[in-house]
């Protein structure tokens, strides 16, 4: 009887681990799942079978004409043309609109990584929520415990409420105290909803649809230098901004072919009673009038500037990585500095000044300030831990794909 009260005891806690999502998981479903990023990985498709329609040439005219003449002859026509570009024109074209589907695709994978880094802090503020609501409602329920001491305390004064002197004050002070932690609560809680109805809207769920997240476990980012050669390779944005520089690229030769002449291949067959005659032609059509020259000069203008974007990217990402790396390996160390030396002493603090303050060693002060001190550490502790997912997540988006975390306290 007695192991089956213990398994009792215990099914609650192993349901929710059960029931845990893991992070990467979560991710995973919102890249699938979210609506926007689906619109935009349809549009860079379109593009891209847009691409392969610019390769080939105009549609042949095929036509056929009835004619009567004034001497009442009736004269049929059959009449075919055709526009032959010159060679390369329509290769370069199609090569022009690639880039700018893969530009595009880029664009998707960005979008992605953002979604990602996105879903990750929101998933870290609900954490956080929880974390700080039942912490405040745990010192909560200790002063309402200090209360109910002193309410006894008070009681057992001749006058009461109105002559129980410094535990009456006290008295008052804690139930200030514990309605300031209910509007936190009720604040904290306002936040950590909000934060879930945006993590579920990225996901494509209903926006009230319960999550339990199981948070990724703590660990150090890889090297910088590897960071950034991997951001070389793999960054949407450089690529996109590659894309187009290559895409400027093959515009200005592109334009340079419109001085060299289209072909324009026609024939014709007549008939008129019994008698047959054709007629076949070729054409150039010249440009005269000076449209390829200021073509001309419009691609070299769209090319330099795609290769400054190319290369103010190109910076800028390298920036973004060096600030991320940063970023992320002075909130683990904050995060371990609380989890190995401050909330250990605040904790400890407000135990044994509850206990002074209970035995009548401590004054009503010190007890309500180590109270808010493990209050504020917890609040510190937890928005160290967000922010320490936030960034992991900016230096994804920086880094052009997921990282593989190294082991804890490896700092290669």
Same mark, same amino acid.
């Given at each position: 009887? /007695?192991?089956?009260?213990?398994?009792?005891? %215990?099914?609650?806690?192993?349901? *929710?681990?059960?029931?845990?999502?893991?992070?990467?998981?979560?991710?995973?479903?919102?890249? +699938?799942?979210?609506?926007? $990023?689906?619109?935009? *990985?349809? @549009?860079?498709?379109?593009?891209?079978? @847009?691409?392969?329609?610019?390769?080939?040439?105009?549609?042949?005219?095929?036509?056929?004409?009835?004619?009567?003449?004034?001497?009442?002859?009736?004269?049929?026509?059959?009449?075919?043309?055709?526009?032959?570009?010159?060679?390369?024109? /329509?290769?370069?074209?199609?090569?022009?609109?690639? =880039?700018?589907?893969?530009?595009?695709?880029?664009?998707?994978?960005?979008? #992605?990584?953002?979604?990602?880094?996105? !879903?990750?802090?929101?998933?870290?503020?609900?954490?956080?929520?929880?974390?700080?609501?039942?912490?405040?409602? @745990?010192?909560?329920?200790?002063?309402?415990?200090?209360?109910?001491?002193? *309410?006894?305390?008070?009681?057992?004064?001749?006058?009461?409420?109105?002559?129980?002197?410094?535990?009456?004050?006290?008295?008052?002070?804690?139930?200030?105290?514990?309605?300031?932690?209910?509007?936190?609560?009720?604040?904290?809680?306002? @936040?950590?909803?909000?934060?879930? %109805?945006?993590?579920?809207?990225?996901?494509?769920?209903?926006?009230?649809?319960?999550?339990?997240?199981?948070?990724?476990?703590?660990?150090?980012?890889?090297?910088?230098?590897?960071?950034?050669?991997?951001?070389? *390779?793999?960054?949407?944005?450089?690529?996109?901004?590659?894309?187009?520089?290559?895409?400027?690229?093959?515009? /200005?030769?592109? #334009?340079?072919?419109?001085? +060299?002449?289209?072909?324009? $291949?026609?024939?014709?067959?007549?008939?008129?009673?019994?008698?047959?005659?054709?007629?076949?032609?070729?054409?150039?059509?010249?440009?005269?009038?000076?449209?390829?020259?200021?073509?001309?000069?419009?691609?070299?203008?769209?090319? #330099?500037?795609?290769?400054?974007?190319?290369?103010?990217?190109?910076?800028?990402?390298?920036?973004?990585?060096?600030?991320?790396?940063?970023?992320? &390996?002075?909130?683990?160390?904050?995060? &371990?500095?609380?989890?190995?030396?401050?909330?250990? !002493?605040?904790?400890?603090?407000?135990?044994?000044?509850?206990? =002074?303050?209970?035995?009548?060693?401590?004054? %009503?002060?010190?007890?309500?300030?180590?109270?808010?001190?493990?209050?504020?550490?917890?609040?510190?502790?937890?928005?160290?831990?967000?922010?320490?997912?936030?960034?992991?997540?900016?230096?994804?988006?920086?880094?052009?794909?997921?990282?593989?975390?190294?082991?804890?306290?490896?700092?290669?």
């Amino acid at each position: 009887m /007695k192991h089956w009260i213990f398994l009792f005891l %215990f099914l609650p806690c192993g349901v *929710r681990s059960l029931g845990a999502v893991p992070l990467e998981t979560v991710l995973i479903e919102v890249e +699938a799942a979210n609506p926007g $990023l689906a619109a935009l *990985r349809a @549009e860079a498709r379109a593009l891209a079978a @847009e691409a392969r329609a610019r390769g080939t040439w105009p549609d042949p005219e095929v036509g056929r004409a009835w004619e009567k003449t004034p001497a009442g002859d009736r004269m049929t026509h059959w009449r075919t043309s055709q526009t032959v570009p010159f060679p390369g024109k /329509k290769s370069l074209e199609a090569a022009v609109a690639r =880039q700018g589907a893969r530009a595009a695709d880029a664009g998707v994978r960005q979008q #992605a990584l953002a979604l990602r880094a996105e !879903a990750r802090a929101l998933a870290a503020r609900v954490a956080r929520g929880d974390a700080v609501i039942a912490r405040w409602t @745990e010192q909560r329920d200790l002063v309402s415990g200090l209360m109910a001491s002193l *309410r006894g305390r008070v009681a057992g004064v001749r006058g009461g409420m109105e002559t129980g002197g410094g535990p009456v004050l006290d008295l008052y002070a804690l139930e200030a105290e514990r309605g300031r932690m209910d509007n936190m609560i009720r604040m904290e809680r306002l @936040e950590r909803d909000t934060a879930l %109805f945006r993590l579920n809207a990225l996901a494509g769920r209903p926006c009230t649809a319960p999550w339990s997240i199981e948070p990724s476990p703590l660990a150090e980012p890889p090297a910088v230098d590897v960071l950034l050669e991997r951001a070389g *390779r793999e960054n949407p944005s450089l690529a996109a901004a590659r894309a187009r520089a290559h895409g400027g690229d093959l515009e /200005k030769t592109r #334009a340079r072919l419109d001085w +060299a002449p289209d072909i324009g $291949l026609m024939w014709d067959e007549q008939r008129m009673d019994d008698a047959r005659g054709r007629e076949a032609g070729v054409s150039l059509m010249l440009p005269l009038w000076g449209a390829p020259r200021g073509a001309n000069r419009a691609a070299g203008a769209r090319t #330099a500037a795609a290769e400054a974007e190319r290369a103010a990217m190109q910076n800028e990402v390298a920036r973004d990585v060096r600030t991320e790396h940063t970023e992320v &390996r002075t909130r683990l160390d904050a995060v &371990r500095s609380y989890e190995r030396d401050i909330l250990p !002493a605040s904790r400890s603090a407000l135990a044994l000044t509850r206990r =002074q303050y209970e035995a009548g060693r401590a004054d %009503f002060l010190r007890m309500l300030e180590a109270l808010r001190s493990a209050s504020q550490a917890e609040v510190e502790h937890q928005d160290a831990l967000h922010e320490y997912a936030r960034h992991w997540g900016m230096l994804e988006v920086a880094a052009g794909a997921p990282l593989d975390p190294l082991p804890t306290g490896d700092r290669r």
